[in-house]
Nanobody
């Protein structure tokens, strides 16, 4: 049974930092592209960052470039999202997703709240 569990969210002041973790089980992590998504109240879920299974290449949306860093440790079956210089507009529930061809698995999400 595949399971993704996010952790590391919380309340932080503007300009602060958090590191989100995504712990995977039940799958061979290095075969999956991992993405971090977020959903703010009243808004659609958006992709924030991803890291490929093939060559570890990364992608970031413009609004987080230079502030967020995605990484993975396949041996530990962990994926991380280091977030610095956080802004109130980063407030959302953050989800990790593992994708391989037609297989997609989601975690339950972790709340990130950035205060002014």
């Amino acid at each position: 049974q595949v399971q993704l569990v996010e952790s590391g969210g919380g309340l932080v002041q503007s300009g602060g930092s958090l590191r989100l973790s995504c712990a995977a089980s039940g799958l061979t992590l290095d075969m999956y592209t991992i993405g971090w998504f977020r959903q703010a109240p009243g808004k659609e879920r958006e992709g924030v960052s991803s890291i490929s299974s093939s060559d570890g290449s990364t992608y970031y949306i413009d609004s987080v470039k230079g502030r967020f860093t995605i990484s993975r440790d396949n041996a530990k079956k962990m994926v991380y999202l280091q977030m610095i210089s956080l802004k109130p507009e980063d407030t959302a529930v953050y989800y990790c997703k593992a994708a391989q061809l037609t297989r997609n698995y989601w975690g339950q999400g972790t709340q990130v709240t950035v205060s002014e």
